[in-house]
């Protein structure tokens, strides 16, 4: 089958559009039915400025529209009904509403702070990092822009989408490297492309790489508009073998009865499917959240896979939390929920570093060669069958 790529502004269109579509009173949006209609019938219903929202929250503040030149703002009429009407704190509300300090930039905030610029091949958009796996962003755009992305220096805006050209030589780069195992669709959100779109990219891929053996997409569209997750999409999932989607939940009120139904659909493909969270200042930082919402996950048989430390980027200082808390945060699950339920700590470091691990350490060997083990209740205890000495005698 061929298919030739398409360029990758879904959202042209609807723009026309919008104007009509917009839910601005509180009775229209509580009236709404998202399943009534498309996904992208619902994308056009998007509301694009905190002002749009005044009818239908309270306490919205007023940040400057210049804000808008830096990282626009996007909210489907999914999420606004998620959001608590009162509290500007409700942790949907934290995560999308645009805030005046986000534009008081750290001197250590830079724009491209994991450096994938650097890291982007031939002048495409696939950026090659690690030795087997490299990440083909395919569009800039997402359902709903999140405050703290730390891809705001492309995302979102139009002057900087993923060209044709680029995707075309993203492409190419894919085939001509044949030590690329895992090839990761990401963006943007590779999901706001249409179907058509989607299946010219995996279709290729699949046609021209085929040592790409694990294809994964990530996608936070699951869990801002969860009717994007179609038996049409599924069908393609299933036909290209794509064999993992990572979604992006970030708290317990995202997992939704109409997202688990979702999800439901899409485990049917035999997907597997994980979850990128992350460790948010104000949203999820405290115990009792991550563990619901690692459960929460589990439940509709979503692993947990990564959960980040807050990426630097522009603006993001309000999100971040301190190593201390971090760990802290990471002992609270490990041994309290079960073991499937607890993802990896880590944080990508600054300058290209890549991802690490950030782990406390629950066994640990002094200088003197003796092994003590913690454990989850801080029980401390010597493990001399991991010693040296026992092993050597
Ligand atoms: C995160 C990331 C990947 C995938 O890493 P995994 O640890 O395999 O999930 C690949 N390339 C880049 C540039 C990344 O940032
Ligand atoms: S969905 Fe992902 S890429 Fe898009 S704004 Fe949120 S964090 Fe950034």
């Known amino acids: 089958m061929a298919f030739s ?3 990758t502004d879904p959202c042209k269109k609807a723009d026309l559009t919008r104007l009509s579509k917009i839910l601005r009173t509180r009775e229209e949006l509580d009236a709404f039915d998202v399943t009534s209609e498309g996904w992208q019938q619902a994308l056009q219903r998007r509301y694009r400025t905190h ?9 919205v503040e007023d940040v400057d529209m210049a804000i808008y030149h830096h990282f626009d703002m996007r909210v489907t009429p999914y999420l606004a009904q998620l959001m608590d009407r009162d509290d500007p704190n409700c942790p949907i509300r ?3 509403m645009p805030f005046q300090r986000e534009v008081n930039v750290r001197p250590y905030e830079v724009a491209d702070s994991l450096a994938e610029d650097h890291d982007m091949q031939d002048g495409s958009s696939v950026v090659h990092r690690y030795p087997n796996r490299a990440l083909f962003l395919v569009t800039t755009s997402c359902g709903t822009y999140c405050r703290f992305c ?6 979102s805006h139009g002057e900087s989408a993923v060209n044709k050209q680029q995707l075309e030589r993203g492409i190419s780069y894919l085939k001509a490297h044949s030590e690329i195992e895992d090839c990761l669709l990401s963006g943007g959100d590779p999901l706001l492309l249409n179907d058509r779109q989607l299946e010219g990219i995996l279709s290729q891929i699949r046609a021209g790489a085929p040592h790409i053996k694990f294809l994964r997409i990530g996608s936070r569209l699951p869990a801002q508009l969860p009717t994007r997750i179609t038996p049409e999409l599924c069908a393609i999932i299933e036909r290209y073998e794509v064999q993992m989607v990572n979604v992006h939940v970030n708290h317990p009120k995202e997992i939704t009865p109409l997202f688990a139904e979702r999800i439901k659909m899409l485990r049917k493909t035999g997907t597997m499917i994980g979850n990128q969270s992350v460790l948010l200042k104000g949203v999820n930082d405290d115990v009792a959240t991550l563990r619901d919402l690692c459960m929460g996950l589990v439940t509709c048989g979503i692993r947990p896979y990564y959960c980040y430390s807050c990426d630097v980027a522009e603006g993001n200082h309000d999100y971040q939390l301190t190593l201390d808390r971090i760990l802290k945060l990471y002992r609270a699950l490990r041994g309290f929920i079960s073991g499937p339920a607890v993802p990896t700590f880590v944080v990508d470091g600054t300058g290209g ?3 690490m691990p950030i782990i406390p350490e629950y066994v640990r060997e002094l200088a003197n060669g003796e092994i003590w083990a913690t454990n989850f ?8 069958n991991l010693e040296a000495r026992t092993l050597e005698q």
Request: proline residues 0%; glycine residues 10%; positive net charge.
């Open 150 to 155: 730390t891809r705001k220096r492309l995302v």
């Open 51 to 59: 002002k749009d929202m005044k009818g239908i929250l309270n306490h």
């Open 353 to 355: 570093l890549g991802k």
């Open 5 to 7: 790529i398409e360029a």
């Open 377 to 384: 209740k801080g029980k401390v205890q010597r493990m001399i």
């Open 94 to 96: 934290k995560q999308y």
